[in-house]
């Protein structure tokens, strides 16, 4: 399973790199340390929603490094990573691209590490990607869950708590929610 998901998300990230301007350099995903101003956008706002999805399981009573789909370690909030999968294309990546399509996110943003290794957002870069992040989540959306209406970030929550009810109700089937 673990190398279907790795090419699945290798031909993800080859077709959002057409829907990057083609000035900015997007050659596929690179992080730890990003290599370019999409993937350093990308990974700073994959940190924000995680956090999101950590509080939202916490306020479901769920702990958040007790995975389901990814494993649990000491080291990462997996519950959480399993939780924000499902949110990362339509909150993060459409954001991102949005910022970078409209020039709202800019190459001037980016500045290279000291040690030339990666690619880093300054201060402006941040608060354009946190500007059109919560943007984005107080949009309101509908249909994304069944019967269920509101902003992105009450479905952030509403799912932690229906993920937790499928956690602790055996005969509740949880299937993640159905996109339109």
Same mark, same amino acid.
């Given at each position: ?34 290599? &370019?101003?999409?993937? $350093? ?5 994959y940190a924000? %929603?995680?956090?999101?999805?950590? *509080? !939202? /399981? ?65 201060? &402006?870069?941040?608060? $354009? ?7 984005? %989540?107080?949009?309101?959306?509908? *249909? !994304? /869950?069944?019967?269920?209406a509101g ?9 932690a708590q ?19």
């Amino acid at each position: 399973v673990m190398g279907l998901e790795g090419a699945a998300s290798s031909a993800y990230f080859d077709a959002l790199a057409l829907c990057v301007p083609e000035d900015i350099e997007f050659n596929g995903r690179s992080r730890r340390p990003p290599l &370019d101003l999409p993937n $350093a956008a990308l990974s700073y706002l994959y940190a924000v %929603l995680l956090s999101e999805c950590a *509080g !939202a /399981l916490f306020c479901a009573g769920l702990e958040p490094s007790l995975g389901v789909l990814h494993a649990s370690t000491d080291k990462r909030p997996s519950l959480a990573l399993d939780l924000m999968e499902e949110f990362r294309p339509l909150l993060v990546d459409r954001t991102v691209m949005a910022l970078l399509r409209s020039r709202r996110l800019r190459p001037e943003h980016a500045t290279i590490s000291g040690d030339g290794e990666g690619v880093w957002l300054d201060k &402006d870069g941040k608060k $354009a990607l946190v500007d059109g992040y919560e943007a984005t %989540l107080q949009r309101q959306v509908k *249909g !994304a /869950l069944p019967g269920f209406a509101g902003t992105w970030r009450r479905h952030i929550h509403h799912q932690a708590q229906l993920l937790g009810r499928a956690i602790v109700e055996p005969d509740y089937r949880w299937s993640g929610a159905s996109w339109r």
